[in-house]
């Protein structure tokens, strides 16, 4: 019990993740008190990535509601299927109200198709700072309690209780009731060695030189005043990009090595701030 | 930050847990008894003999959100390790005052005179001083005390004594009119309506029962309007003191209206002040403003400022739906490009820039100062706002944006 969380960042890298101490803290301790984590940082680092690793490492199905502004209960917890409804009231007479406020016509949205599954999934809220706080109330209620109210069927109970992963992008603040609920952990950019351990479990026949110059320069990418800072994903990107490319060292073709850095900068204004010297005088160093 | 004394005479862990939990509340960190509970679980279910392992774990329980995530490790090696600098006077207080109605913001600077003190005192950087007020607590004294104090502040800034109700009501009027000014509503959830461009087909079909299943009523629904909200950011310089009581009121309004608006303030450094004026006391506000923003009549990096809101706060407080007001008159220390780059970053992020001007409203005023020549092209409306009338004067302006 006591070495828990080290198997939880154990399962983790086997299933291809590679989480810190405290993101795979978070995560047992989630798991143990079941309280949601709340996943925050950087675009790139690898937030909804965990999630996913975490269904892999537990084998539960991943179910995924992807917020935004204006998603409302109907499109995330239940909606009644209203055309089918319509039908059977007119294909025969009949048809009495509760018949047509069954389980049958009932849409089940991710919130209620994660509560009513046989073992724990994992539930994953993306990017919940874009949905409003209207959404953030309903939600509430539903991580607290683990249960959902169908006016017309009564309470739905959770079977099993889902394993539930928020992550933000802190485009909002969120309401400290839903903080509140959540454990929370902060991913940042990672250190030299933590990048590498993620480019040789992501790639695995990458060569270790290779590899090495590939987080030197993206790291020094990083230092840069960028508008864009590139991320984890970023940096993957770019790395099957060169294997791709047949670059076996970064210093062999400078030319074919600037262009392909649209993996890693993404606004005009940051590959002007990076132009080919610069980009030289970087690789030089990392080699 | 304020530390407590380690209780070694604690008769056992739960206690010295709750004396932690007591330390992070008067630091800012909401940590209730539920919170202790679930430190206590937590603490069960993993080693918490190992140091490491037991920081991890309450990090992940008692953090909210990124700025916590950084000082976590400062407030827990103050408490665990008595690695903290200040001592706080032993209260024995027996009854507990009602004091927790009033935020923690507004117990005043009691502390100045003790933190003087302490030679390695980690100064908290600009951004936890204005929003966190982590070192002012010792305010759990008599009424005796806290009197003497505010009659000190009012000395010691000659802000507050600017300041009265008329003149204060006035600025807040006006800018409570301009915030419900841009009050235009757009949503993207649906609402009921009369006539809208959707079938809502939940209310069509529920009424189609009480007419034998036959939808003879159609309901609608439509987007309503969705706000702008404002972001604005005040130039307390040296120049602009004498606007200052008229700005300072307005902004106050300004967020009053709307629980979405922010507020901050620069000088050399930019400050955020949402919540310090959100006090229903004015003059408690200006008391708690004259005492954060030191420096209060120095030169102004308008530019710097600008480019520092960019890269902490823009992402997060500012969006297609944000109107950012600038107040200043421009008179910058820094050089004209590095404000025109500024104010372009800053436009591609906000629907409008707006800069409120106190010189433009003198006749015969022309932008010839460099700064406020490179801004321009960067912004949507350019307005005088020199008085109270030229403020209530800006309602139509915004109207139109």
Known sequence: MADDWRSVRAELSEAGYVASEELAMAVHLSLVLTRPVLLEGPAGVGKTDLAKALAAAKTATLIRLQCYEGLDASQAIYEWNYQRQLLALRASDAESEDAVFSEKYLLKRPLLEAITQEAPPVLLIDEIDRADEAFEAYLLEILAEGQITVPELGTIRATARPMVVLTSNGTRDLSDALRRRCLYSYIDYPDRETELAILQARLPGIEGRLATQIIHTVQAIRREELEKTPGVAEMLDWAAALSGLGINDLSDDPATLARSLVCLLKTAADRDAIPPEVLARIVGKAA | ?401
């Open chain 2, 1 to 401: 930050m304020r530390a407590t004394r380690f209780p070694v005479q604690a008769r056992g862990p739960a206690e010295r847990m709750a004396g932690f939990m007591a330390h992070l509340r008067m630091n800012g960190v909401q940590a209730g008894p539920r919170e202790t509970e679930d430190c206590l679980a937590a603490l069960a279910s993993v080693d918490a003999a190992d140091r490491a392992t037991a920081r991890m774990a309450l990090k992940a329980l008692l953090v909210p959100d990124a700025e916590g995530w950084r000082r976590f490790d400062a407030l827990y090696d103050a408490y665990w390790f008595n690695a903290g600098k200040q001592r706080q006077a032993e209260v024995k207080a027996d009854h507990i005052r009602t004091q927790s109605a009033r935020p923690s913001l507004w117990h005043t600077h009691m502390a100045n005179d003790a933190e003087t003190g302490t030679s390695n005192e980690m100064r908290p950087d600009a951004d936890d001083d204005a929003a966190d007020c982590a070192a002012d607590c010792a305010a759990e004294g008599t009424d005796g005390r806290l009197i003497a104090t505010r009659t000190e502040n009012l000395t010691r800034r000659d802000l507050r004594e600017l300041m009265d109700e008329d003149s204060l009501r006035a600025a807040e009027r006006a800018a409570e009119r301009l915030a419900r000014a841009l009050r235009d509503r757009r949503s993207r959830r649906h609402r009921a309506a009369r006539r809208g461009q959707a079938v809502d087909m939940g209310r069509t079909l529920r009424a189609s029962l009480a007419r034998g299943g036959e939808p003879l009523d159609l309901f609608r629904k439509h987007r309503p309007d969705r706000p702008l909200k404002i972001v604005a950011l005040c130039d307390v310089s040296g120049s602009m003191t004498v606007y200052a009581r008229v700005f300072l009121a307005f902004l106050k309004g300004l967020v009053s209206a709307d629980a979405r608006t922010d507020a901050y303030l620069f000088h050399t450094r930019l400050m955020r002040m949402t919540d310090t004026l959100r006090d229903r006391d004015s003059l408690r506000a200006a008391g708690r403003l004259s005492l954060i923003a030191e420096g209060f009549a120095g030169g102004t990096d308008i530019a710097g400022a600008i480019r520092q809101f960019n890269d902490s706060q823009a992402s997060r407080a500012v969006d297609g739906r944000t109107v950012v007001v600038v107040l200043s008159d421009g008179y910058c220390t820094s050089p004209p490009d590095a404000l025109a780059d500024a104010l372009a970053r800053l436009s591609r992020r906000a629907r409008r820039i707006v800069w409120l001007n106190p010189l433009k409203g003198w006749r015969d005023y022309a932008p010839i100062a460099r700064g406020m020549a490179a801004a321009l092209p960067h912004l949507d409306a350019h307005l005088p706002a020199n008085t109270i009338e030229a403020l209530s004067a800006l309602e139509p302006e915004f109207a139109k944006l």
